[in-house]
C-alpha cells in the first residue's frame, strides 16, 4: 500500500472525511475477518451482510480508518471517509493508487486457465517485489483489492480479469491499466450469456485497446481465427505462443509429462532452455509458456524464470493431489470445469498408468449452446483417458455418462448419479488403496464435499 493516510485518501479522492488519526495506512480491505494493523477497512453494505455491522470488531483488529456510507457509532480515534458507494469508492482508490506507482501491470484473462497462469507468473516474479492477486480475485471489488496493495517500489502487479458479459474486461483495464496482457483462451464457458465463442473473444479482446506502445499481448495460436479481427486495436506488440513447434511465435518442445510434473524446452527468439515444472498436465506446460514470454519481456533472467516455475504451486483445489486414509490418492480439482479444463485434468488422471483410475465429473454451467456437446465430449475424453470407472454427477451430467458409453467404455463402468451423497457412497464402494480419484465439476456443484468424505 502507498504511504498515506485516510485524509490524504479522501482529499485526493474528493471525499467527505472526518480525521481522528494520521496514522499511515497499511492495507485495504472489505473484510473485517481480514483486518490486520493499520488497515483500511470499507464497509460494504450487501444482501446478506452489512459490513458497517463489523466496524467495532474491524477496528479491535487493528484497523486505523474506515469508509461508510452511513452516520454511525465510530469507535473513537478511528478515521471516517463518508461514500454513498463503497464499491465505487474502492474502485476510485485502485484507479489512484495505479496512477502513483511505477509497477509492470500484467493482466491474465481468458476462458480457463487465469488462474494458473497468475500462479504460474507469481512464481517467476517471486525474487521480485511483485503483487499478485490472490487466489482468483478478479472481479470489480478483487482486481481493485489487488492494485491497492501495490507500493511505491512494488515492480510488477499481476493481476487477473474474469468476465460474465461483454464491458467488463474493458470496465476493468480503465482501473488497471495493463501494460502486459495475456488471453489464455477462447473457450466455451459464459456461452449461456454471450452466446458463441465469436462474442466471447469479442469480450476477452477488450483488453488489447489498453495495451501500450511499449506493451505486449502474448495470445494462444490455436485461438488465433478469433482473435484475428481485434488485432488491430493493440498499439504493443503481438506475441504468439504455442505448444507446438511453430516458426511463428513461442512453442514448447521435448515435453515430458508425468502426474508428479513436467517439463519442456521453451523456444522463442534466441532463447531456448529447460523449464521444470511441479505441476502436472499439458495444460499447464501453454500457460506457462504465456507467462514466461511476459517475463522475458518484463527484462527477467532465464535462471530466475526456472527457478520461479520450478516452486511454484498453484490456488487451492486445483489439481491438488491428496491421500486418503485408506491409502487412495485424490486429484482435488473441483474448483471449477468446463470442456477445455476437463480434458487437461482428465489427461493428468491417464498418466496413473498402474492405478485404478476413477474420474468424478459433475455439471459444467455457463456453456450455453455447447452445453450438451461439451458435456458428451467430456464423457469420451475419459474414456481416451483409460478411466476404469466415472461417476457422472448431477442431471446434465448424464451427457457425460453418455458420451463415454457411446466411445466405448463398458455400461457397468459409467454410473450416473443425481448428487454428490450419491456419488460419495458409490465411490465408497469401489475405491481401495490403489485408486486414484479425479473430482471435478463446475464450483456450484461444490464437489469438494466429495473429497472431504473420502478424505476421511
Not at 277 to 294: D, K, P, R, S
Request: proline share 2%; glycine share 8%; aromatic share 6%.
Amino acid at each position: 500500500m502507498l504511504k498515506v493516510t485516510a485524509e490524504d485518501i479522501a482529499r485526493a479522492l474528493g471525499y467527505n472525511y472526518s480525521v481522528l488519526n494520521d496514522k499511515i495506512i497499511t492495507s485495504v480491505t472489505c473484510d473485517s475477518r481480514e483486518v490486520t494493523e493499520g488497515s483500511l477497512f470499507i464497509a460494504l453494505a450487501g444482501e446478506k451482510t452489512d459490513g458497517h455491522n463489523y466496524i467495532a470488531k474491524a477496528y479491535e483488529n487493528g484497523a486505523v480508518a474506515a469508509v461508510v456510507s452511513r452516520e454511525i457509532a465510530a469507535p473513537a480515534n478511528l478515521a471516517l471517509i463518508y461514500a454513498d458507494d463503497g464499491v465505487k469508492f474502492l474502485q476510485e482508490l485502485a484507479a489512484w493508487v495505479r496512477s502513483k506507482i511505477k509497477a509492470e501491470v500484467i493482466a491474465v484473462t481468458g476462458s480457463y486457465g487465469k488462474t494458473s497462469t497468475k500462479d504460474l507468473l507469481g512464481g517467476i516474479f517471486s525474487a521480485k517485489n511483485a503483487c499478485v492477486s490472490k487466489g482468483n480475485n478478479n472481479n470489480e471489488i478483487g482486481l481493485p483489492l489487488t492494485l491497492c496493495r501495490a507500493a511505491e517500489d512494488t515492480e510488477a502487479v499481476i493481476t487477473e480479469m474474469g468476465m460474465r458479459g461483454l464491458g467488463q474486461i474493458k470496465f476493468l483495464c480503465e482501473i488497471a491499466r495493463p501494460k502486459y496482457a495475456i488471453i489464455t483462451n477462447i473457450g466455451t464457458v459464459h456461452s449461456e450469456l454471450l452466446g458463441s465463442k465469436e462474442n466471447i473473444a469479442k469480450a476477452k479482446c477488450e483488453i488489447l485497446p489498453f495495451i501500450p506502445n511499449d506493451g505486449a499481448a502474448v495470445l494462444n495460436w490455436q485461438d488465433k481465427i478469433f482473435l484475428e479481427p481485434y488485432l488491430k486495436d493493440c498499439k504493443g506488440e503481438i506475441i504468439w505462443y504455442n505448444c507446438n513447434d511453430s516458426k511463428e511465435g513461442a512453442c514448447a518442445l521435448a515435453r515430458n509429462l508425468s502426474s508428479e510434473g513436467s517439463s519442456f524446452i521453451f523456444k522463442w527468439q534466441d532463447y531456448s532452455f529447460k523449464i521444470e515444472l511441479t505441476v502436472a498436465g499439458e495444460h499447464n506446460i501453454i500457460n506457462a509458456m504465456a507467462a514466461i514470454v511476459v517475463a522475458l519481456k518484463c527484462g527477467l533472467a532465464i535462471d530466475e524464470i526456472q527457478s520461479g516455475l520450478k516452486n511454484v504451486g498453484l490456488s487451492g483445489m486445483r489439481l491438488k493431489t491428496e491421500q486418503a486414509k485408506n491409502g487412495a490418492l485424490i486429484i482435488n480439482d473441483s474448483y471449477n470445469a468446463n470442456p477445455e479444463a476437463m480434458r487437461g485434468a482428465l489427461q493428468v488422471l491417464s498418466m496413473y498408468r498402474e492405478k485404478k483410475k476413477i474420474a468424478v465429473l459433475g455439471e459444467m454451467y455457463e456453456l450455453g449452446i455447447y452445453s450438451k456437446e461439451g458435456h458428451e465430449q467430456t464423457g469420451k475424453a475419459a474414456y481416451a483417458a483409460g478411466c476404469d470407472y466415472l461417476i457422472a454427477v448431477g442431471e446434465m451430467a448424464r451427457d457425460i455418462a453418455g458420451g463415454a458409453v457411446q466411445a466405448g467404455m463398458a455400461q457397468d463402468k459409467v454410473t450416473w448419479v443425481k448428487d454428490n451423497k450419491q456419488a460419495i457412497s458409490l465411490l465408497r464402494q469401489i475405491t481401495d488403496e490403489n485408486s486414484v480419484i479425479l473430482v471435478k465439476a463446475s464450483r456450484g456443484m461444490q464437489m469438494e464435499e466429495i473429497v472431504r468424505e473420502i478424505m476421511g
